[in-house]
């Protein structure tokens, strides 16, 4: 059975860091393409940063772009975003995803498992 469980957040003033982890159980990461949603209040889910099979390729929003960084631990088969010099609108519930598909990786819909969603609040 697939489980992933997101780990790492809590509140942090703008210019802080947290680092996020998502634990999978069930499958092995490196058969399966890893993204990072959020979502804020009142808002749909959007694509933060993604990572293919192999992990050479990574993807992420433009607005976080040199901030954040998606990163797989074969080891303890986990994904890791480490986010930097954090954002007031960075603030949302953090979500960790997983595909064996091959659609668009920026979809929602691409992805057939998802966590249960840790909580960031950056504050000004």
């Known amino acids: 059975q697939v489980h992933l469980v997101e780990s790492g957040g809590g509140m942090v003033e703008a210019g802080g860091s947290l680092r996020l982890s998502c634990s999978v159980s069930?499958?092995?990461?490196?058969?399966?393409?890893m993204g990072w949603f959020r979502q804020a209040p009142g808002k749909e889910r959007e694509f933060v940063a993604g990572?293919?099979?192999?992990?050479?390729?990574?993807y992420y929003e433009d607005s976080v772009k040199g901030r954040f960084t998606i990163s797989r631990d074969h080891a303890e088969n986990l994904v890791a975003l480490q986010m930097n010099s954090l954002k007031p609108e960075d603030t949302g519930v953090y979500y960790c995803?997983?595909?064996?598909?091959?659609?668009?990786?920026?979809?929602?819909?691409?992805?057939?498992?998802w966590g249960q969603g840790t909580q960031v609040t950056v504050s000004s």
């Open positions: 995803a997983a595909t064996l598909d091959y659609g668009f990786f920026k979809s929602v819909s691409t992805y057939s498992y």
């Open positions: 069930g499958f092995i990461i490196n058969d399966y393409r």
């Open positions: 990572v293919e099979w192999s992990g050479a390729y990574t």
